[in-house]
């Protein structure tokens, strides 16, 4: 019986909100609980078998507007335009689109089911690397995101450039 619990739990993966979501930056740590209480709301969908599209359309809304938000702080910050981290915030989003436009076009649900799995591993790497490589270089940087302004006197340790890595090792600083 054990097993067959623990299949289920493979089968509708959730993720969970801990602390080790937590980057400190209150805006950000906002937006990624919303985050994941609407991948989770999307997938409760799915298991339910129910029709997810409406759910799913609500979380890609919120990560468009979510990468747009951390888009304008690397820029505030002089993240370099072409940095890994936006690279992979574009791929996110065009596998999100794409998983809507099956639904829509070809009338096929099965990506809905398959990107809920991808979303629940990506994000907790994402945050926890990128992420935390954005709220480090916007504390470096004195950047107050209410106002959108970085202080002019705050910089990055010596030999140390803003975006010029993600917070992964993959991206070579």
């Not at 937006?31 to 994941?36: G, I, K």
């Not at 339910?48 to 507007?65: K, M, Q, S, V």
């Not at 890994?84 to 076009?105: G, T």
């Not at 992420?131 to 970085?150: E, H, I, K, N, S």
């Amino acid at each position: 019986m054990s097993d067959l619990h623990d299949l289920q739990d493979l089968a509708t993966p959730s993720l969970a909100w801990t602390d080790n979501l937590v980057l400190n930056q209150p805006e950000l740590d906002h937006t990624h609980q919303e985050f994941v209480e609407l991948l989770n709301r999307y997938g409760e969908a799915l298991d339910r078998g129910e029709d997810a599209l409406p759910a799913f359309r609500e979380l890609l809304a919120h990560t468009e507007d979510h990468f747009a938000m951390e888009e304008r702080w690397m820029a505030a910050t002089g993240f370099e335009p072409q940095n890994c981290h936006s690279s992979q915030h574009a791929m996110v989003l065009n596998v999100m689109r794409e998983v809507v436009r099956y639904a829509d076009e070809l009338g096929d649900r099965e990506p809905l089911a398959i990107v809920r799995q991808e979303l629940v591993q990506w994000f907790p790497s994402h945050a926890e690397m990128m992420d935390a490589a954005l709220v480090y270089t916007m504390q470096q940087r004195g950047f107050d995101p209410a106002t959108g302004q970085a202080q002019p006197t705050t910089q990055l340790p010596e030999g140390e450039k803003a975006g010029a890595g993600c917070g992964s090792t993959a991206c070579g600083h």
